[in-house]
């Protein structure tokens, strides 16, 4: 039995999530843009205030470190920092495509797909996209085959590939499939799938089990691309 909080900030959503033992997580999850420093530490404090627990007594902090928006992730990176250093508490840093890929693995159209191996494809801006691979293992989260990758739409690998899901989908569907040999049927598609901090908790507490938690001074946020912004003469460019 584990008392775990987690949040997620990679994207526009801001997400947290509060597992105490047994009992089910409480979780608040909204589509909030630039608004997550607003909310990340009053929402904490209104789920621990809801369940009636002081950070200091939880296990751990569960963080999406990304790959995600930039600001995002420094901003969960910094707050987890503060509450984690304050309250002598572990880290479970998680990959947010892990999370994704958990959160996948319980919905009804995967499911009904069954599928060996999947694609995870998120969109990162600029023209171009993150993704990974992922194998489906019997009543365990999916396991991450390889690294994640930054690339164009065009680029990405579906070699055994039966299933794709990720907000790249809804970004750059027609360019994105138009690397499949063998067009997917729109069974084995989910554009709407996100992370959350139920996805983070999941894959959290599979490493508290793993004890794979760490302290709070080797917390680091996962960057995939150096670059952030493009120069102005290479926006020009992109648009001719």
């Known amino acids: 039995m584990t008392r775990i909080l987690a949040i997620d900030t990679s994207t526009a ?3 947290v999530a509060l597992s105490l033992d047994d009992s089910a997580p409480i979780l ?4 909030v843009s630039a608004g997550a420093s607003q909310l990340l530490l ?3 404090e209104e789920l621990l205030s809801e369940a009636n627990v002081k950070l200091a007594e939880l296990d751990a902090i569960a963080i999406g470190i990304g790959p995600g928006a930039f600001t995002g992730v420094r901003l969960a990176v910094a ?3 503060g509450l ?4 002598a508490l572990s880290v479970l840093p998680v990959v947010s495509f892990d999370a994704v890929a958990a959160q996948l693995s319980h919905t009804q159209s995967f499911d009904q797909a069954k599928p060996n191996h999947f694609v995870v494809a998120l969109d990162a801006r600029m023209d171009e996209i993150y993704w990974a691979k992922y194998e489906t293992i019997h009543q365990k989260l999916p396991a991450r085959v390889g690294d994640i990758h930054l690339s164009k739409p065009e680029e990405i690998d579906f070699l055994g590939i039966e299933f794709l899901a990720g907000s790249a989908l809804k970004t750059y569907g027609e360019r994105l ?7 997917l049927p729109s069974s084995s598609l989910d554009s ?5 901090a139920l996805g983070i908790l999941e894959c959290a507490q599979q490493m508290w ?3 794979q938690q760490c302290h709070v001074q080797d917390l680091e946020p996962l960057y995939i691309r150096n670059k952030v912004a493009l120069t102005t003469q290479e926006r020009i460019e992109a648009f001719k």
């Open 13 to 15: 959503w801001c997400s």
């Open 28 to 31: 608040r999850h909204e589509l």
């Open 42 to 44: 009053p929402w904490i």
């Open 79 to 81: 707050a987890v920092q």
């Open 84 to 87: 984690a250093i304050s309250n």
């Open 177 to 183: 499939m138009s690397g499949i040999a063998q067009k």
């Open 192 to 196: 709407e799938i996100h992370i959350s």
């Open 209 to 211: 089990s793993a004890g």
